[in-house]
């Protein structure tokens, strides 16, 4: 059977909310049971209840049994004529969060449970929260007991109400109701009596027909090595789950982190050869050239490479019971390798009921918080909402004993304030400037003019490096000495060491910053070419330059003009969710409020440009 008539999908809810019975019931009504597991509830409904209990079908351990709760995550596997699926009944009492996300972090689809009498509760919150975390794209919201209230409309869209407006504020928007009744079957894979004002689809059927084969990434294709299958010669190959995207025979791989190139020569899935293998897949692969590559590597398309990051920012879900600290030692299990991180800082705690953020210092046993871990070792990742292999991990003890947390990687999009503080110029109080024996009037009279930083900022493809190389020739032509900090060349040397993450392009623009003050105090005017997209950073760069001399250039062309002119491709790669944090499209641009000069390219030519400027700087000379 072809992949995409699978449903993979979770229950979750509050202890004594009627998850396992539910699943009983379905399994019973869809004629998915075992015989001996029927005969087995007839002698339960024969042993004096009145009804059948199929709590057993999914409450294995003798403890649940015992104590009527799950404890574990139990899977069932059945099939009907239009689907397969997999169920994984999930804890609902707090103590097992942990077992429920790990169910959840493989699921297409939650099936999220509601007690109709009980009403929403804590933990029903919590549920969709983890299940929101972890990526699950749509819910089933079964509206549980339903003859306890009396089959009554009035609660169940009271409910409705209540859970719809929480979930929005998770961004959940694929959100289907279902009133029922387990222990009846009412709505389960049939209609019952009891709830005529009902006119929508049972159960099983939505199960049936929800439509999730587009939640593949079938783009950026990954696959970790899991064993290299070696028959001395006469065949080398490796073996993995292709976690994302597809492969197919005859494409050119990167083996990463080596970064050796091959082509893909066979694949197979088990002994069958395949000429093309998709997201899910367990496939062998071997390659045209005899080249290194063991368990752990990682192969993907040479044009589509995860990012190497040394800092994973991430959300966690906390299951042990030695609390999360920063400054803490941890190991850290990524796809198919084993890494060591410090927790740098503990960013905040979300309440699930209030979804409120409190500041911690530790996260502690089913907390739910936000993390920035760096790394011992560089790590190749994919952000969560991409590729959910690639893009999560689990947090160890040193020891190796306990699972201690399960963490999705996020990037840095919402720039929080912790980032913005980072802006800050730093404290001179303790450092002294020494004034040399040749004055800036002195300089400026040799020069002839007064040195000034011309700041040209603007989004990418908007003519700032045209500008910039332009107004420096003119300037010289004139007898102005000048230079250009351009934006690609500083990323060549002074600030190779940076990438663009926004804590790193504040870096960048502060290095440049005191790198242009330093040259106005030669003498030089110097003109800048950055993108520099936060007003803060600009500010920063102000501060440190001088007020007095920092001329704010804003090139205010259209993004669709900066797109027209893209010729290394950028905005297309961004678009294609290839560029992580590309500003304009997946970061800000946050575009000056009052600069001193404002140029609109696509409606200017270069040489208005310059002459724009340069009568803006003889304004500023004879100022």
Not at 66 to 81: L, N, P
Not at 337 to 343: N, V, Y
Not at 388 to 411: E, P
Request: proline share 4%; glycine share 8%.
């Amino acid at each position: 059977m072809s992949e995409p008539d699978l449903l993979h999908f979770l229950t979750a809810g509050s202890v004594d909310d009627g998850k396992s019975t539910l699943i009983g019931r379905l399994l019973y009504d869809a004629n998915a049971l075992y015989d001996d597991h029927v005969a087995a509830l007839r002698r339960t409904a024969a042993t004096g209840n009145a009804e059948m209990d199929f709590s057993l079908i999914t409450d294995g351990l003798r403890a649940e049994r015992e104590q009527g709760i799950t404890i574990d995550v139990a899977y069932r596997y059945f099939a009907t004529s239009r689907r397969r699926f997999i169920v994984a009944d999930a804890p609902g009492h707090e103590q097992y969060t942990r077992n429920m996300a790990t169910a959840a972090s493989h699921a297409d689809l939650a099936l999220l449970l509601i007690d109709a009498e009980q009403g929403v509760s804590t933990q029903s919150k919590r549920h969709a929260f983890i299940c929101a975390l972890l990526g699950i794209p749509r819910f089933v919201v079964a509206i549980n007991k339903m003859d306890l209230v009396g089959y009554s409309e009035e609660r169940f869209r009271e409910i409705e109400t209540e859970y719809r407006d929480f979930a929005v504020r998770l961004g959940l928007s694929n959100l289907q109701f279902i009133p029922v009744c387990a222990v009846s079957g009412d709505n389960v894979v049939r209609r019952g009596n009891g709830m005529a004002w009902y006119a929508g689809t049972t159960l099983l059927s939505y199960l049936e027909e929800v439509y999730v084969a587009g939640d593949r990434n079938l783009v950026d294709f990954r696959l970790p090595v899991q064993r290299v299958i070696h028959l001395p010669g006469t065949f080398r190959g490796f073996g993995g789950r292709v976690v994302s995207g597809l492969l197919r025979g005859g494409d050119e791989v990167m083996v990463l982190p080596s970064g050796f190139r091959s082509r893909v020569t066979s694949i197979a899935i088990g002994m069958q050869p395949v000429g093309t293998a998709v997201a899910g897949q367990s496939i062998t692969v071997s390659l045209e050239d005899d080249i290194d590559v063991g368990r752990g590597d990682l192969l993907v398309h040479p044009g589509n490479v995860p990012r190497e990051r040394r800092e994973l920012e991430a959300m966690l879900v906390w299951t042990g019971d030695e609390p999360l600290v920063a400054g803490g030692i941890y190991q850290i299990k990524h796809a198919a390798r084993w890494l060591k991180a410090r927790c740098e800082t503990i960013s905040y705690r979300v309440d699930p009921n209030t979804l409120s953020r409190d500041t911690v210092d530790s996260l502690s046993l089913n907390d739910i918080g936000r993390a920035r871990f760096t790394l011992f070792t560089p790590v190749l990742a994919d952000e969560y909402r991409r590729n959910r292999a690639l893009g999560s991990f689990i947090v160890v003890s040193v020891s190796g004993n306990d699972t201690l947390g399960a963490a999705v990687i996020v990037d840095r999009t919402d720039y929080d304030a912790e980032l913005k503080t980072e802006r800050a110029v730093p404290d001179r109080s303790n450092v002294v400037w020494h004034e040399g024996q040749v004055t800036l009037a002195a300089r400026s009279a040799v020069m002839g003019h007064r040195p000034a930083t011309v700041w040209m900022t603007g989004l990418s493809g908007a003519g700032k490096s045209t500008v910039a190389f332009a107004l420096e020739r003119r300037l010289i032509e004139a007898g102005h000495p000048c230079f250009v900090l351009d934006g690609d060349n500083v990323r060549h040397g002074l600030n190779r060491d940076l990438g663009f993450s926004p804590k790193d392009r504040a870096e960048n623009i502060r290095r440049v910053a005191e790198v242009a003050r330093l040259m106005n105090e030669a003498g030089l005017i110097v003109i800048t070419s950055f993108i520099s997209p936060f007003r803060d950073d600009r500010e920063m760069a102000g501060q440190i330059i001088g007020k007095e001399r920092f001329i704010e250039v804003h090139l205010s062309t259209r993004i669709e003009e900066c797109e027209r002119r893209d010729v290394k491709g950028f905005y297309r790669k961004a678009r294609a969710g290839e560029l992580q944090g590309f500003t304009g499209v997946s970061a800000p641009y946050e575009p000056p409020e009052s600069p001193a000069v404002r140029l609109d390219t696509e409606l200017l030519t270069i040489d208005d440009s310059i002459n724009i400027l340069l009568q803006h700087l003889e304004n500023y000379y004879e100022s």
